[in-house]
């Protein structure tokens, strides 16, 4: 059961750092569009990727830390722990509570977690089997959706290849998409853009910038954590903040091509938008194929709690007009970013379960004891007449 709790612990804490680091991210952005300071989408896209690299291998870096001060690497007096800061403060006068009800307080969240994975009868076992259920849900609709892609993939036409990247024609395709396998690299067009050249070379510069970003690679990343953070508001916030960014970025790096006309771009887009909603009303739900280990060019099926269609298309066009956007240096900007990354560092392990037995936790427990002490010793005095 310890290691079980260990990996428990853990899944805790990257849901944790993942909610607060959501919110310290949306707090900056909005603080910089504020003072009208906007960083281009790149720049945006390439620092969300990057944190949200640095929330997964948080734990890695928390259990170094926490070795290094086991082996006195590292002084105690550099310890972070929400816990134990608390207890000192208690220790101190600074937190008014009986000394019962504190202690009780700091092992909440280990009953909480120990009747979960003992499936305790009542809000224990309920929260388990709702854990279970979900990964079980979540996890088999991921693998249906990988494999409807792949029926999808195996029925496309093959048009041209270069090096690793394959060109698909499709007659099933509401929209164009880029996807991946272990090796290759697939883009997929509908057949009827081969009668519109112009619109055609566009979607494949847009395409090929998806997979110049990794965009395919993070998407599948995501989608494959999802059985995981199912339950977690913030990783569907996180999520959504990645798609929005990735399709502003890439309509940026096209745009900035000295060869392509803004105006073309935008109705092509559009065009696009008309022949993916003409397509989707006249496909049955099995032909539809789930936005799993693909990049759309655009999305045109609506979903719930989740901005419309039409809505993030007129985004996009309307930030490809938008000429205020900050490019600063790479250096520059992982400098700044770095404060960001401490942030998220300091979290994952200030939220760490602390040590069982330290010289303060000892103080606390003496203190309960000489309380419960007390209340049993004044049951035996006489009442004062």
């Known amino acids: 059961m310890t290691l079980l709790n260990q990996v428990f612990d853990i899944y805790i804490d990257l849901n944790i ?11 900056v952005k909005l603080s910089m569009a504020r003072f009208g300071r906007r960083l281009a989408f790149t ?6 990727n990057g944190l949200f690299a640095v929330i997964i291998l948080s734990p890695a870096v928390v259990a170094v830390y926490q070795h290094l001060l086991v082996v006195e690497m590292v002084p105690a007096a550099l310890s972070i722990n929400l816990a134990d800061y608390a207890v000192s ?20 969240r280990s009953r909480f977690t120990e009747s979960i994975l003992t499936m305790t009868p009542g809000l224990g ?14 996890g088999t609709r991921l693998v249906i959706n990988f494999v409807r892609l792949n029926r999808m993939l195996s029925t496309c036409h093959d ?24 090796i290759r690299h697939y883009v997929v067009v509908p057949s009827e853009l081969l009668a519109k050249p112009d619109d055609l070379k566009l979607v494949l510069k847009h395409e090929f910038q998806h997979l110049r970003q990794g965009d395919v690679a993070w998407e599948i990343g995501l989608e494959l954590l999802r059985p995981f953070f199912f339950w977690n508001p913030f990783f569907y916030v996180w999520k959504s903040e990645v798609e929005r960014l990735r399709e502003l970025a890439c309509d940026q790096k096209v745009a900035e ?9 935008c109705m092509c887009l559009l065009r696009a938008a008309q022949a993916g909603l003409r397509k989707r009303q006249a496909q049955t ?7 799993v280990a693909s990049v759309a060019l655009l999305e045109v099926q609506d979903r719930l709690l989740r901005r419309s269609p039409a809505q993030k298309l007129r985004r996009r066009v309307e930030a490809l007009l938008e000429t205020n956007r900050l490019r600063p240096h790479w250096g520059l900007a992982c400098l700044a970013v770095l404060p960001m990354i401490a942030v998220i560092l300091l979290i994952s392990m200030s939220i760490q379960k602390p040590a069982d037995w330290s010289q303060d936790r000892l103080m606390l427990s003496a203190i309960v004891n000489l309380e419960r002490l007390e209340t049993i010793n004044s049951f035996g005095q006489r009442p004062l007449r």
């Open 125 to 138: 076992l309920g929260i388990a089997l709702f854990l279970i259920a979900g990964f079980i849900g979540f």
């Open 89 to 108: 403060q208690y220790l101190r006068g600074g937190i008014a509570l009986p000394a019962e009800d504190f202690q009780a307080l700091l092992g909440l």
């Open 285 to 291: 739900a099995r032909d539809r194929v789930g936005n």
């Open 159 to 182: 048009w041209r290849r270069n090096g690793r990247v394959q060109l698909l024609l499709s007659d099933r395709a509401i929209v164009p998409f880029s996807a991946r396998g272990l």
């Open 43 to 48: 720049v945006q896209l390439g620092l969300l």
């Open 17 to 27: 750092t993942l909610a607060l680091t959501a919110v310290v991210w949306l707090t």
């Open 257 to 265: 091509h000295s060869q392509v006309d803004l105006k073309a771009y």
